[in-house]
C-alpha cells in the first residue's frame, strides 16, 4: 500500500511548507516565550549564584533586597561578624538605574561593592577582560551587556566612572547588566541629591540659628557633612563557615538583631516565586493563546484541504478504501504540518534567541514537551477535518 | 439465460417514510450477461442513479433480489457482509467525470484498487499497467491526472474500473463530458473491455450518440423497467 498522505502533501507540498513556515514562526514565537521565562529564572539564580552569599540579611520584614527595598545600618555588619558561624559579612548597595556613556543610555543595576579583594561576596567572581576595581572611587566593573568597553568614561549620576574590567551574564532579576562601583561611590549615588536640593537644605540648615551658632564656627559645616553621607546600604552578603546551618544562623540573625536574614532557597523562591510570578503568569496566558492560534490553523488547513478532496474522498470510499484509512490519511497530513512546523520553529528560536535583549534560554525539555504539545495540538486539530469526512457518503461520487 | 453476470428482480427503493416517501424504484428487473453492454436509459428523475447506487451497495434497496455471477447478494436484505469488499473486489465504477485521485500518479490512480485488496504494490502497478496498455494510456502511466487530456483521463478512470477483474462494470454517463467522436471511443472500449474480460456492463446514458449502439436497452421511467431491443448498429 502507498501512503495516501505522503503523496497528497508531495502534491500539495507547496501549501504544505508555507503553511508549515507560518505555523513554525508561531511555534518558534512560543518556544522563545518559554525561552524568555527559563531567561528569567536563570538570571534570578546566576543573580544569586554570583553574589557569593550564604545569606542575605536585609531591613526587617522586607522582601530585600532585590524583590524589595531595603535599608540597614551600614556598621550592621560588625555585629554579624561577631556571630557565630558567620565568616564574612558584607555591605552591598544595589541601584537600578541609567547609566550613560556618551549619547548610550543603558539601564543598569548599579552594584556598590565594599572595599576588599575578589573573592568576597558581593564582587564579580571573575572578568573576562581588564581587572577588579582597584582604587577606592570612580573605577568600575562593567557587563559586557551593557554595550561597554574597556576604558569608557560612563556617567552615574554626577560623577564619572572609567570602566577597567568586564562581566559576562552579570545580570539583575529583570536582566539589566550590572555595573559594579565602589561602595562609597555608590551609597552616594542612592542617595545623592541635585544641586538645588542641597542648597535648598544647606540654606533651611543654616538659617536654623540652633545650628548656625555664632560662637561655633564649625557646627553648621559638621551638621551640612552629616546631612550629605548616607549611612545606610541595601544589604549585607554573609557567607558562613563551615558546617553551620544557614537556616539557624538566618534565624538567630532575625532574632537578636532586629534584622531578617534570608537563605539562598528562600531567596529563590523570593525571586522566582514572587518577582517573576507575575511575568511568569503573562508568558503562561501567552503560551495559551499561540497553541490556540496554532491550534485554528492547522485545523483550517487540513479542514480545507479536506473540503477540496470531498469528491476523491467519496471515490476512495466507493471503491473500498476504509474509514480508518482515510482518518490516517488526514490525521498523518496534520502531523506533517506539525512536524515541519516544529522544525521551522526550533530553527527560527535557536537563530532568534541571541538576538532578544534579555537572555532567552532554550531548554531540551521545553523543546520535547513543545514537540509533543504540538504533535497533539495537531491530533485534536484534525479531528474536525476527519469527523468530516467520515461522514462523506460514497453514493455522492456517483452523483443524483 | 447464463448464470453469471447480473440479474435484478423486483428491485424496489424507497427513500425515507410516511407521507413524504419516493418510491424511486418501484419494480426493477433487468439481466445482463458477461461480456454483454446494456444501456440504461430514462428521464431525469426516473430511479437510473438510485438503481446504480442499490447494484453498486452504496444504499440498501428496500426489497427485492439482485445477484452477481452464482451468488445472490440481495435478496429482501443484503446476503453478503463486507459490503466495501464487494464493491472493491467485484464491482468497477465509472463515472460521468473521471474522478482521479489528483494526488496520485495515473499507475497509482490504478493501481490502489488492487492495493486496497493487499495486493503487494510492485504487482498492483503490473495489473495496472497491463490495463492501461489494453486502454492505450501506458505511455501515460507516471503522469499525474491534471497532465492528461479529458479523453485520456475517462481511459484512466475506465481502467481504474476494470483492474480488479470485477464481474460487473456500471458506468454513469461516461460519456457526458465528451465529444461524439470520443463518447464512441469510450463506448467501444466498454464493449472491447467487456468481450475481453468476460464483463458484463451497465451503462447509463441519455447520450443520443451512443443509444444506437446498444443491443439491449432497459428504459426505466418512474421506478419500472422495460426492456426492448436496440438497434445494435456497432461503432462505424
Ligand atoms: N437521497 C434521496 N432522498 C430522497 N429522494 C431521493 C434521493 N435520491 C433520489 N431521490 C428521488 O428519487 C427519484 C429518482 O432519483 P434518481 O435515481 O437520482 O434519478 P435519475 O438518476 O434517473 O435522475 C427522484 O424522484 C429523486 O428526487
Ligand atoms: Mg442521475
Not at chain 1, 556598590?112 to 577582560?129: H, K, Q, T
Not at chain 1, 533651611?204 to 564649625?218: I, K, L, Q, S, Y
Not at chain 2, 491526472?145 to 483521463?153: A, D, I, K, N, V
Request: glycine share 10%; proline share 5%.
Amino acid at each position: 500500500m502507498i501512503s495516501l498522505a505522503g503523496r497528497d502533501i508531495l502534491h500539495a507540498w507547496g501549501k504544505f511548507v508555507f503553511t508549515g513556515i507560518g505555523l513554525g514562526l508561531l511555534i518558534g514565537v512560543t518556544l522563545t516565550m518559554a525561552g524568555v521565562y527559563r531567561g528569567m529564572v536563570d538570571d534570578g539564580r546566576a543573580l544569586l549564584d554570583n553574589s557569593g552569599a550564604d545569606l542575605w540579611v536585609v531591613q526587617k520584614d522586607t522582601l530585600g533586597p532585590y524583590a524589595e527595598s531595603s535599608s540597614v545600618n551600614d556598621d550592621a555588619y560588625r555585629t554579624l561578624l561577631a556571630m557565630p558561624g558567620i565568616a564574612q559579612a558584607v555591605n552591598v548597595t544595589y541601584l537600578t538605574m541609567q547609566v550613560r556613556r556618551g549619547d548610550l543610555d543603558v539601564r543598569a543595576m548599579v552594584v556598590g561593592i565594599a572595599p576588599g579583594r575578589p573573592g568576597i561576596p558581593g564582587w564579580p567572581p571573575y572578568l573576562v577582560a581588564g581587572r577588579q576595581i582597584t582604587r577606592g572611587h570612580y573605577e568600575a566593573v562593567a557587563d559586557i551587556a551593557s554595550g561597554f568597553r574597556l576604558g569608557d568614561r560612563v556617567a552615574i549620576r554626577r560623577n564619572h566612572y572609567v570602566v577597567v574590567g568586564l562581566t559576562r551574564r552579570m545580570v539583575s532579576s529583570s536582566g539589566d547588566p550590572m555595573v559594579f562601583i565602589p561602595l562609597k561611590d555608590a551609597q552616594e549615588a542612592q542617595f545623592l541629591k541635585d544641586n538645588d536640593a542641597i542648597w535648598q537644605s544647606r540654606r533651611r540648615t543654616g538659617a536654623n540659628p540652633a545650628f548656625n551658632r555664632p560662637g561655633v564656627p564649625d557646627l553648621l559645616d559638621a551638621v551640612i557633612a552629616s546631612q550629605s553621607t548616607n549611612a545606610f546600604v541595601n544589604a549585607v552578603l554573609v557567607t558562613l563557615e563551615p558546617g553551620h546551618a544557614p537556616e539557624e544562623i538566618a534565624r538567630s540573625v532575625g532574632r537578636w538583631k532586629r534584622l531578617t536574614a534570608y537563605t539562598r532557597p528562600q531567596m529563590e523562591e523570593i525571586l522566582v516565586g514572587k518577582l517573576i510570578a507575575t511575568s511568569a503568569r503573562q508568558i503562561g496566558m501567552f503560551l495559551v493563546i499561540l497553541a490556540v492560534v496554532s491550534a485554528a490553523i492547522v485545523a483550517f488547513i487540513i479542514y480545507t484541504l479536506t473540503m477540496d478532496k470531498i469528491r476523491e474522498i467519496a471515490v476512495l470510499k466507493l471503491i473500498g478504501t476504509r474509514n480508518r484509512t482515510i482518518a490516517a490519511m488526514i490525521m498523518q497530513q496534520a502531523l506533517a504540518l506539525g512536524l515541519i512546523g516544529f522544525v521551522v520553529g526550533k530553527i527560527t528560536a535557536t537563530f532568534a534567541a541571541p538576538l532578544f535583549p534579555k537572555y532567552v534560554l532554550l531548554v531540551p525539555f521545553d523543546s520535547i514537551a513543545g514537540f509533543f504539545a504540538v504533535l497533539a495540538i495537531c491530533v485534536l486539530a484534525s479531528v474536525v477535518a476527519i469527523r468530516m469526512a467520515l461522514r462523506i457518503d460514497p453514493a455522492e461520487a456517483i452523483g443524483g | 439465460m447464463s448464470s453469471k453476470g447480473i440479474r435484478i428482480e423486483g428491485l424496489k427503493k424507497r427513500y425515507g417514510g410516511g407521507d413524504t416517501a419516493v418510491h424511486a424504484l418501484k419494480d426493477v428487473a433487468m439481466d445482463v450477461a458477461p461480456g454483454e453492454v446494456v444501456g440504461l436509459i430514462g428521464p431525469s428523475g426516473s430511479g437510473k442513479s438510485t438503481l446504480l447506487k442499490c447494484l453498486g451497495a452504496v444504499i440498501d434497496p428496500t426489497a427485492g433480489r439482485m445477484t452477481l455471477g452464482d451468488e445472490v447478494i440481495y435478496d429482501d436484505g443484503w446476503k453478503v457482509r463486507d459490503l466495501r469488499a464487494l464493491r472493491r473486489d467485484r464491482i468497477g465504477f465509472v463515472f460521468q467525470a473521471p474522478y482521479l485521485i489528483p494526488f496520485l500518479d495515473v499507475i497509482d490512480n490504478v493501481a490502489l484498487l488492487p492495493m486496497l485488496a493487499g495486493v503487494p504494490n510492485a504487482e498492483a502497478r503490473e495489473q495496472a499497467l497491463e490495463l492501461l496498455t489494453a486502454l492505450d494510456v501506458h505511455h501515460r502511466a507516471r503522469a499525474m491526472p491534471s497532465q492528461l487530456s479529458g479523453g485520456e483521463q475517462q481511459r484512466v478512470a475506465i481502467a481504474r474500473g476494470l483492474v480488479n477483474r470485477p464481474p460487473v462494470i456500471l458506468a454513469d454517463e461516461p460519456t457526458a463530458p465528451l465529444d461524439s467522436e470520443r463518447a464512441m471511443a469510450v463506448i467501444r472500449i466498454l464493449n472491447d473491455m467487456a468481450r475481453k474480460f468476460e464483463t458484463a456492463v451497465i451503462v447509463v446514458t441519455h447520450d443520443e450518440k451512443i443509444i444506437p449502439t446498444f443491443k439491449r436497452i432497459y428504459h426505466i421511467r418512474d421506478g419500472v423497467t422495460h426492456e426492448e431491443a436496440g438497434e445494435g448498429r456497432g461503432f462505424d
